[in-house]
């Protein structure tokens, strides 16, 4: 059943709400057998001593060691996302869809090995004309050694309306 045309006041009452919201994670890292895996399954980075030799990184860069590949950080995003916005409990995360970026950007190298989280700030939210919503939120990426971010974005997600019903007891849950 596909959404509603319009949006439920008592829907977008709930998301507006989260306007002004700031949530963190907590710090990880990302190490140097996981910047391999990537290079090797995406290509990017594949043949770059600067991300996937740390001894030559150590003479050569002036970062000390190697560094994730700006992407490598994008793609932790899903995981930080989840993690960082505790304000959608109660939001079926299977009807709140990645809607791309409307800015990205790599603002400072994050070395591998370096702890990192994510800031996660609710903008804006607003109806979508095939139903459901947009959210729009600033992430950034910090380094914990010096709080710079390494990574800014302004990333959209759609929110369905189905994303606020409870789930149908009939089906079974993984």
Do not use: C
């Not at 994670?25 to 043949?47: K, L």
């Amino acid at each position: 059943m596909p959404d509603a045309p319009f949006p439920t006041a008592e829907a977008q009452r709930a998301l507006n709400g989260l306007i002004g919201h700031e949530s963190f994670t907590t710090w990880r890292a990302i190490d140097q057998e996981t910047v391999n895996i990537y290079a090797a399954a995406s290509g990017d980075g594949e043949g770059e001593w600067i991300h996937l030799d740390p001894e030559r990184a150590a003479r050569e860069a002036p970062y000390g060691g190697t560094i994730v590949p700006g992407f490598l950080q994008v793609a932790n995003l899903t995981r930080l996302f989840g993690e960082a916005v505790t304000a959608f409990t109660g939001i079926d995360p299977n009807h709140a869809l990645n809607y791309g970026f409307d800015r990205l950007r790599f603002v400072a190298p994050l070395p591998v090995g370096a702890q990192f989280r994510a800031r996660i700030k609710v903008n804006d939210v607003r109806p979508h004309s095939t139903g459901g919503f947009i959210v729009r939120q600033d992430v950034a990426l910090e380094r914990k050694t010096d709080g710079k971010p390494t990574l800014i974005a302004e990333w959209l997600f759609y929110i369905s309306q189905k994303a606020f019903q409870a789930p149908d007891a009939a089906t079974p849950q993984g």
